[in-house]
């Protein structure tokens, strides 16, 4: 799979939009870019997934580039519950291994 | 229910006991996994079971004994762990293997003294 590359911290004001790059630049074809995010003494939760369109559900919004070589995760208001390690992955469709990579710890000030 | 359930959320043990880890689902899964988790880390693979057999192992030490007994439970058994081994345990479900929508539990907190 894929390596990605993550800023290690961001932070983000209350209400605006946090968005969260990732690199993947050795992306191949079938191969997909998904989101988890982990709240402080929880257990990792599923965001968004995409292949090369943009996605959007009622957490986040995930933009891929034309070249699918890298993706920025938006979360449109943020709160201070979104404070989290956010995790970017690539993974084959079919492939049986969820690798988390180190992550972006994101932190929400009010 | 979209619930993975892991028991107990904490657990402190010796280095020459032997204890149980269980996790369970009832959203049909058929897919299961245990991660490990250090503090300040991300979640580290150990195990994939697919269909009630296991499919991957992370060269994980056979001190970890990974179970799966029926399509809702996964266990891990655990016998003379080293001090190191203090982690965070993550228990996670999927449709399938195929389907990395993983729903993961709140984790046990073990310590080995």
């Known amino acids: 799979d894929a390596k990605t590359t993550q800023p290690p911290s961001m932070d983000c004001a209350e209400g605006r939009a946090a968005n969260l790059p990732c690199n993947h630049s050795?992306?191949?074809?079938?191969?997909?870019v998904y989101w988890y995010r982990q709240i402080h003494s929880q257990g990792p939760q599923y965001i968004i997934h995409?292949?090369?369109n943009n996605e959007t559900n009622e957490m986040a919004s995930l933009i891929i580039t034309e070249d699918r070589k890298s993706s920025t995760l938006i979360l449109p208001h943020a709160t201070l519950r979104d404070t989290a390690v956010y995790y970017c992955?690539?993974?084959?469709?079919?492939?049986?291994?969820?690798?988390f990579g180190q992550g972006t710890r994101l932190t929400i000030n009010p | 229910d979209t619930e993975v359930t892991q028991t107990p959320k904490h657990l402190v043990m010796g280095m020459t006991n032997k204890k149980s880890l269980k996790c369970e689902q009832h959203?049909?899964?058929?897919?299961m996994y245990w991660y490990k988790q250090k503090a300040k880390k991300p979640p580290e693979l150990m195990f994939v079971?697919?269909?009630?057999?296991?499919?991957i192992n992370e060269s994980v030490p056979s001190r970890f004994s990974p179970e799966c007994p029926n399509s809702s439970l996964l266990n891990l058994h655990l016998h003379a762990l080293q001090p190191e081994d203090s982690a965070l345990y993550l228990c996670?479900?999927?449709?399938?293997?195929?389907?990395?929508?993983?729903?993961f539990g709140q984790g046990t907190r073990l310590t080995v003294v």
């Open positions: 996670a479900s999927s449709l399938e293997t195929v389907n990395t929508e993983a729903f």
């Open positions: 050795t992306i191949s074809g079938n191969e997909y």
């Open positions: 995409g292949l090369k």
């Open positions: 992955i690539v993974k084959k469709k079919g492939a049986q291994k969820l690798v």
């Open positions: 959203m049909g899964h058929r897919a």
């Open positions: 079971y697919s269909y009630e057999k296991l499919s």
